[in-house]
């Protein structure tokens, strides 16, 4: 990778007491995954767990800094990859983590390093990304500070983390089969939220404010005792939010306290204050919190389900206000989640969402415009989500090995369409329900600037249509706006761009029957997942690949690319 | 793999009238292995199936034909082998699907071929040999005809196939977790026992006949339907009977019928008749049935539990005599199946298989004498299965292409042990409960005649010892003998020893306390698992390796050998 001795000979050329101070780390890591037992919801299950513990590790890291991920598989029979997600990877793109796209999925009792810098500070999280594995538990917090000397622009006294997921109590193989089925079985909504890993099932914290609840026993289990955020009175906290649920949209609330937003997806915000945060899967936030209410009391932090009916109960914690004892129960009930399909809600805080000023402002035009319409439908009796009609199956042999090696046939001779009918009616079941499968591969050239225009639509049912959060792997993008009905491209649909202050993000929602549109620069060589965020929903294929100037792309280690057809060439005599 | 291309030159040097009736053919099967939803015992779960089969589809073959099976794994995070049970894979040990040992395991979507030669005809059977796949289900039969223009050294009529197996109603991931957690948890009893994969599970087809037991409800599943043999009066029926249980050791009786044994695990034995034979994990039988029974009846096949307390009901199959319709349940009670612990029983039926006269008989003496001693230990808080103090642990990389490519440190330096301390008294727990893990390997020279005495002993348990029934890939090995109580090689032990007319077999049991000794001729070039074929054993360490010859061994395809640091050597321009 060359990275810690670019940092030496860096320094070496730099003044050493300057240097000293400025100097990035390596910050090493040894980790092992296996499948345990363990009871996130008071409920005992297989979850995937790192080193003994669910969730993993937290990275703490200084921007700059090189991690080094030493991983070794310990599941019997399965696969892993970690994703770094908000991670760029620049001039890494074999550590990405995304199994069949960046590298190889590493054996059972393999060893695979994952080398890459935290250019960027900010609110990160990993996961796996392979099959369904991030829904088995494969997940942790990857929080990058500022680097050394440096300053955040706002000022907190102090720091809370909140890993937010949901949890099922049937295997991922069990939902993966049930995803694949022929017919259809839908898996259903979670059984639990989780903050931190840990939630209750069939019971409540707070069952005295929740009509029908049981209260929830005296922990017996620290796997799923209530999480507690012990804070003092009169202090500004930055709350550290992030989501990596297999389904649920999510909505967080602290009873009686106001939220200031200041970070979305690893980039500052122009600061603004709500009463509660929509977080979609795969998106992360930084809050800041003031304790200024009343000291005599705890509060409840409060998260539910928006975007779909909500058949989970809300995920509860303490907002413990020393020295109020922990385990005193807050006397409010817990802030109500906005009602779940109230979108006016929803759309009001993720457009009020803009860059801080200082943020860099995206390029005035793009060279290229995609236009991705995301449908369900069915293919074989089997139900699939498709881009532009064709749902999305990843190849044997990982897309950053084959590609870079040139090797015949890796991707279908027709490239995918890069728009979609301008008369699809997006309010109606698709006319044409059937799709086909495909590599979904865009090659996209050196540093051209592309707009993605994503594009919802009605399910299978008539009157569904679902909220999507697509992520981008390699790149943050500008969210330049958001719209209702189909995009035409016209004086109206531009006049909803925001060309200005765009925040820069790696994950975007699209609404129901609406429109998102994106920009970013292809400026890092690599094989690019960019994806529906909703675990089941990429399963069944709703994603595209962009293969961004693979013949840049340096030496992919030979780790990355020892399977499928890259290692058949290589052991031929082939050169990567 | 050049074999049929050496039919085709065979047949080129002969006459062709001749060589057209001898030819052996090539047979073709393509397979898709996946997770699926099934009902083996009425009771839904995911199995592993074969082309949407459960079992798998039925192989069925001539002496000497070479079997091509294209087979994809569509499972989808998890890597996937087939061993093909009781084939010697002479010449071709990359094809004996052993994960970790033959081969490297096929990733999701990638497709590996086995291409073998089925040289001796006789029942056999295929299953998973990674993790405890087979556990889940992936298995089916394989029988060999005998070759054209020969004939099987006994008449029959027809033919009936059982494929006998034990089910669990917990995933094998769960299973994994339980055997390798600390506290150690044992995966207790199968739910049921299977017929050709069906059972029913909680009911019983023969409830008027058994205390307390509920009738199962006329048929809704096919997948769990009672299965029934269709049989006329007055004929002689060949039962090929394979057992490939997880856990059970099994005792099949057919009321009113007596069964004459002629072949077991592909070889012909001296014909006995008997009542009801048991079958161990890996053990294969042909019987002869002749349907010489009152002709208005149907009867009952029953497969019951030994050699553990049983807290699974017996499978139920129907014997249905014509004209009598197959749903008319037999008026006698199904036989009932031996005491689980009348080891006395289980002696009377093992010791009396001998081999058929015109059987290969043993070598007169050993080149070599391997003692291992099978223990229950435990290491660091967890539960182990020991040889002489050991548990297998596999490797990363499969030994067969690391040990063809002399990889430094593939071994451990230190061989292990050939025998265990003549005092060990087999009767008590071990006096050092405490274990290590190793690789187990020993290397055996070309053509070397190898005696393995299988010592049995007390578990960790008192009063606790058990039947392991021990499979050795790429040989058959004569059964010499058998005893009670730890082997001492003297002349009482000689005594006990069968050189004139000892079974020739791929698996054989040892009893509680007791001991067997086997005998075989390492002519066959290649890695060869030998263990205990319980699947919970396997996995918590009762195996060794025998590397045999391996410079002997031809060029070793490059998809068996396209993971780990054979891969790795490869890629880096070493050659196989």
New interface residues.
Partial sequence: MGLPLLALVCCALMAWQHCAAEAAKARHFKWEIS???WSPDCEEK?VIGINGQFPGPTIRARAGDTIHVQLKNAL?????VIHWHGIRQIGTPWADGTA?ISQ??I????TFTYRFVVDKPGTYFYHGH????RAAGLYGSLIVDVAEGKEEPFKYDGELNLLLSDWYHE?I??Q???L??KPFRWIGEPQSLLINGRGQFNCSLAAAHTQGANQCAAAVNTQCAPVVFPVQPNKTYRLRVASTTSLASLNLAIGNHKLTVVEADGNYVDPFVVDDIDLYSGDSYSVLLTTDQDTSSNYWVSVGVRGRLPKTAPALAVLNYGPNRASKLPALAPPATPAWDDYDHSKAFTYRIRARAGTPPPPATADRRIELLNTQNKMDGHIKWSINNVSMV???TPYLGSLKMGLKSTLAAARPAETFSRGYDVTLPPPNPNTTVGDNVYVLAHNTTVDVVLQNANALSRNVSEVHPWHLHGHDFWVLGYGDGAYRGDAADEARLNLRDPPLRNTAVIFPYGWTLLRFVADNPGVWAFHCHIEPHLHMGMGVIFAEAVDLVGKVP??A????AT??A????AHM
């Fill in positions: 499948n345990m037992f297989v019997h029979t399965e696969g892993v069949a190889c999925a054996n059972p009792e393999e392979y099959g369904m594995q295997s193989h069990t993966m089969v049930a694949s089925s990843l190849p044997a030979n780790e690319v020892s399977c499928g290692a058949t290589l052991m031929a005599g």
